[in-house]
């Protein structure tokens, strides 16, 4: 979990929050509630508009079959269809003609006309420019004349005109055809009229209708060709004219749908055109809809960018009249630390902040006057222990009485006795050391042999010495007297028991690291239960293992917890203690870890 080291940085980030949250969250229900609203409203326009072009495209389909019924009844084309074609033309018949002239004048959707007599009569108009048309002897053997000759008189629409000329041109126009019957004599078959509905006609219905801008409206047949469209999504268009299936499912009667087309979202509105089962289909962009909603949602996000931006300067003014007195207070606080206790915080409110201060004053003042009478009292007391101290040992007196009885032994012939002597002097001559607690791990090592020597004098068939150290080490610094409470240890208690052979106690040392230094004190005695090893560590005031809580304390106190004594023990199998002290390099490097306790 992040945690804010600074109360300021805490306060500014509490009120931008305080704000943002509620901002945000208003801000984007808001946008979803009315970008679905204009979803829904987009949809139902959608599908108004499409029925309006379906019943506008049903109008034109239904007004270009009634211009060929009303050719196809004429009295005096049927009278022209009925006459041999080579007799002379009378006037009503002149002016059926001139009626078929007319027509594309009329109707503008017209693109051409074309009919055939079984007389041999063939009228052909065409509105743009002269085409062939097909012999009608060889028109007679194509399916499109089996098409529409079955029909007998029912309009028959195709989406090719192709097959009616020559040339296969493919011409932009579909094309109605109806069989002419004798009005009077319905088995009398007397030719055949196809018109031709030019495609733009169908286009200009849907160019000048948009829903919403970049929209798509496509016009597909019985079929499922593509009569007509606008669209400037040519990928769409492609996609379209090539899958048969989505057109199926996008062409379903009345219908408004999600789509996902070509990775893009499109709201979907259909329609049939009845009874010609012609689809009108729509596509809208979702991202167009929602386009229009960005306005709005871009003076959202100005308006929260300038709350924040005065949330922000507030938060920063409000933290910085509540943070300003607390550092004081901690500036004055660290100096307190460093030992500077003449501090005083002006108090500057009478708020929460303000009686803190006051009574900080107060107990500095309060402190710094005890630390005085503690002081004073404690140099007094150091004072009367060292004169009594003085009075009790004399080291140069007590160094010159050893060395007289190391002197008497050697001239009595006495070697052990004069060995004991110099080992005891060199014990107290490194266990004094000048006052200095600290020296070299060589001067510890020479001090622990020093006691070992003593002790194997006195137990010469308990114990055999043995020393692993690492010669790279011994010029480092550390605590005096680390070791020597350990061995001590292990001579009184590991082998206290007797034994046919005897015990060894192993003392090593070596580097663990580029910062740390490891010593082992091992031996293969009477061991302990693990309760007993973990309870020598504990702070107790028991004299069973005094020496090593003293040494786990000291070593606690000056370089912390993590180098805290660890002792391996099994019942009858031995003991091992593991001691890890900081790598110092040198005298100045202790005071400074002294000083500042082993950080």
């Known amino acids: 979990m992040f945690v804010f080291r600074h109360l300021q940085t805490k306060l500014f980030v509490s009120f931008v929050l305080l704000v943002l949250i509620p901002l945000l969250t208003l801000g984007f229900f808001s946008f979803r509630t009315a970008t679905s609203s204009l979803e829904k409203e987009t949809e139902q326009n959608q599908a108004q508009t499409v029925r309006l072009i379906g019943n506008n495209i049903k109008l034109m389909l239904d007004d270009a079959g009634d211009i060929t019924s009303y050719i196809m009844n004429n009295v005096s084309l049927q009278s022209l269809l009925s006459r041999d074609y080579n007799g002379p033309v009378n006037t009503e018949q002149a002016a ?76 932009n126009e579909i094309m109605i055809g109806r069989r002419i019957v004798d009005l009077y004599d319905p088995d009398n078959k007397l030719g055949l009229l196809f018109m031709g509905v030019n495609r733009d006609a169908i286009g200009n219905i849907i160019q000048d209708i948009e829903i919403v801008r970049s929209s798509n409206t496509f016009i597909f047949d019985d079929n499922y060709n593509l009569v007509s469209s ?57 991202e167009i809809i929602r386009s229009q909603h960005r306005i709005m949602l871009n003076v959202t996000l100005a308006l929260s960018v300038s709350l924040l931006a005065l949330v922000g300067f507030c938060s920063v003014f409000l933290s910085r009249s509540i943070t300003k007195p607390i550092k004081k207070l901690l500036r004055s606080m660290n100096n307190f630390k460093r030992g500077d206790f003449n501090q005083n915080v002006d108090v500057t409110s009478r708020d929460e902040i303000g009686l803190l201060t006051q009574k900080y004053n107060d107990m500095v003042m309060e402190t710094n006057s005890l630390i005085q009478k503690v002081y004073i009292s404690q140099t007094k007391q150091k004072m009367i222990e060292l004169k009594t101290l003085q009075t009790q040992i004399e080291p140069h007196f007590l160094y010159n009485t050893l060395d007289y009885i190391f002197l008497k032994s050697k001239m009595n012939g006495d070697d052990n006795t004069a060995q004991v002597t110099q080992s005891l002097t060199e014990l107290f001559r490194l266990s004094l050391n000048k006052g200095k607690d600290y020296y070299t791990i060589r001067q510890e090592l020479s001090q622990v042999k020093a006691y070992i020597h003593i002790q194997y004098a006195r137990f010469p068939n308990r114990f055999i010495p043995c020393y692993e150290i690492d010669p790279d080490i011994i010029h480092f610094y550390m605590m005096k007297l680390l070791l020597q409470p350990l061995v001590e240890n292990v001579i009184l208690h590991a082998f206290s028991t007797k034994r046919a052979q005897p015990g060894t106690l192993s003392i090593r040392g070596r580097k663990l690291d580029e910062q740390r230094v490891e010593f082992v004190v091992e031996d293969d005695g009477c061991g302990m239960r693990p309760e007993m090893a973990s309870s020598l560590l504990e702070s107790d005031t028991s004299g069973t293992g005094y020496g090593i809580r003293n040494v786990n304390e000291r070593l606690t106190m000056m370089f912390g917890p993590e180098y805290a004594l660890r002792i391996e023990s099994e019942l009858g199998h031995g003991t091992r203690v593991m001691l890890v002290i900081p790598l110092i390099s040198d005298e100045n490097q202790w005071r400074l870890l002294y000083e500042n306790h082993g950080h």
């Open 96 to 171: 059926a003609l001139a009626y078929l002239d007319n027509i594309k004048a009329a109707k503008k959707y017209v693109s051409f006309l074309v009919i055939y007599g079984q007389n041999g009569f063939l009228y052909r108009d065409f509105s743009e420019f002269f085409r062939q048309v097909i012999p009608y002897s060889d028109f007679a053997e194509m399916p499109l004349y089996t098409a529409v000759a079955s029909r007998d008189g029912e309009a028959f629409w195709t989406y090719y005109s192709t097959p009616l000329f020559t040339f296969g041109h493919s011409y």
């Open 230 to 286: 606008k669209s400037q999504d040519n990928g769409l268009k492609k996609t379209l004219m090539d899958d048969l299936k989505l057109k199926q499912q996008l062409s379903l009667k009345s219908h408004s749908e999600i789509y996902d087309i070509n990775g893009k979202r499109y709201s979907v509105a259909s329609t049939v055109v009845e009874p010609y089962l012609w689809n009108i289909v729509s596509l809208t962009p979702l």
